[in-house]
């Protein structure tokens, strides 16, 4: 290491990490109309933006009113978020979490490629169902795969455990939007109310899904 030395400086740039940081989200309140989100998940929208980079990410937003305290109240009684990628598990802050809440990943479980093959569906989707021990009461977050979103909606469908809150923002071309608005009307269509995070459209991903996450965790930005 003490061979190392910082190379010339030839490009004017903010490399103080606390001022990016605060700055950031300076830039986002500036630039990004927070007028629809409801009061209580401003620092959740504005996380979701920081994960995006795209302040008009405000618009197409929809967060249950009962999102944000739900989520919250669910994992300070130690509930644990169930994910449908390892990027979304890796993106957590643990530090963040206010029970050392377990963060689960199923998806290199080794009977997914079976029941994959089985059931003629992705491994994403296949790994939801070995969430169902768990999944009562869990914080739920859905940031890759659209059939994942749709295997969890279609099991509770079925009748099986209800996660507390949902955070779905597959992203993609195939069945992203669609799953997300599933999501949606799954209280109007169904009479199931469970409060979730979603994004309109094609957009989505798991740099955007553990933001929310981390935003929900904790109060403090």
Known sequence: MTNLRRPTRHYEYVDSGPAIYVDSFATIRREADLRAVPADAEKLAVRMIHGSGQVDLADDLIVHPQMVSTARAALESGAPILCDATMVA????????????????????PRV?????????????????????????????????????????????????????????????????????????????????????????????????????????????
């Open 90 to 109: 890796t993106g957590v802050t643990r530090s963040r979490l206010p029970k050392d809440n377990d963060v689960v990943c199923l998806l290199n479980d």
């Open 113 to 221: 490629p079976g029941l994959a093959r089985e059931w003629r569906t992705t491994r994403t989707a296949a790994a939801v169902s070995l969430w169902r021990p768990r999944l009562d009461g869990a914080v739920v977050a859905i940031g890759n795969a659209p059939t994942a979103l749709f295997h969890l909606l279609e099991m509770i469908l079925d009748g099986g455990p209800r996660p507390a809150a949902i955070v779905g923002c597959p992203v993609g071309f195939i069945g992203a939007a669609e799953s997300k608005q599933a999501l949606v009307d799954l209280h109007a269509e169904h009479g199931i109310d469970i409060p979730y995070a979603t994004v309109r459209g094609r957009r989505g991903g798991s740099a955007m899904t553990s933001s929310a996450l981390n935003a929900l965790a904790q109060e403090a930005e």
